[in-house]
């Protein structure tokens, strides 16, 4: 069973943006806290960005400024607007929802130089 779908990875240039969007089957109010992680090649996964549900949200120091996390409970998602994007954001991005949902299945991100 797949609770967690990713999208919105791409290939863009240093300095752009992207949108990336992780959709729930289900309800994400209940979730204490959705994350973003990534895993740049031949690296382990890393955490980047959380939200918990009173809508705290907490940054990697490496993309404090730049990423911003969301969500949207009506709607079952979870959103990373990732702004001045640089080649060290190249990773494939996972959306995690705890125990409760589990993780997606990734989508990649290319930022080229």
């Known amino acids: 069973q797949v609770n967690l779908v990713e999208s919105g990875g791409g290939l863009v240039q240093a300095g752009g943006s992207l949108r990336l969007s992780c959709a729930a089957s289900?309800?994400?109010?209940?979730?204490?806290?959705m994350g973003w992680y990534r895993q740049p090649p031949g690296k382990q996964r890393e955490w980047v960005a959380q939200i918990t549900r009173s809508g705290r949200t907490d940054y990697t120091i490496s993309v404090k400024g730049r990423f911003t996390i969301s969500r949207d409970n009506a709607k079952n998602t979870v959103y990373l607007q990732m702004n001045s994007l640089k080649p060290e954001d190249t990773a494939v991005y996972y959306c995690n929802g705890g125990d409760l949902l589990g993780w997606g299945q990734g989508t990649q991100v290319t930022v080229s130089s």
């Open positions: 289900r309800s994400i109010f209940g979730v204490n806290a």
